[in-house]
């Protein structure tokens, strides 16, 4: 893991299918990370979904404001698909925020093996005008 790489796995900002999405990616590209929260039962979902998975009502998105997690869970992937296959191996994480939601990115900057626990912070990257991603740093 010493060896630095970069990944530049993210969103296509003019590549939105819905106006959810559309809202989505326009604040993800102010570095605004939004959240989504079914109207009926209140159920919050990270990245954010339009249709609650719980009662099917419609979710409506919210600013989220968290970007301290700790780490969840994480694969280091030794052999990726062919157009990653130059950054392996590569770590995919899910950090849980103090508020219980979590999320999966990768981690770009590990110096040691991860570890269960570990803080993390989400770092959003511009790749160019059209293109962001947003990872975990240790
Ligand atoms: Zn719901």
Avoid at 20 to 40: G, H, I, P, V, Y
Avoid at 114 to 133: N, T, Y
Wanted: charged share 25%.
């Amino acid at each position: 893991m010493a060896e630095e790489k970069e990944l530049y796995l993210g969103y296509a900002t003019d590549k939105a299918v819905t106006p959810f999405m559309a809202d989505w990616l326009r604040n993800l590209e102010q570095e605004k990370l939004m959240k989504s929260k079914c109207t009926s039962c209140g159920t919050e979902y990270l990245p954010p979904r339009q249709h609650c998975q719980k009662c099917l009502s419609i979710c409506e998105l919210t600013e989220f404001t968290e970007r301290e997690a700790k780490l969840y869970s994480y694969v280091i992937v030794d052999f990726g698909p062919e157009s990653l296959s130059d950054k392996a191996p590569y770590v995919v994480a899910i950090g849980e925020f103090p508020s219980g939601l979590r999320l999966t990115a990768h981690i770009t900057n590990l110096m040691s093996p991860p570890e269960v626990g570990m803080p993390l912070k989400l770092a959003f990257e511009k790749i160019d005008d059209k293109k962001i991603s947003y990872k975990w740093l240790v």
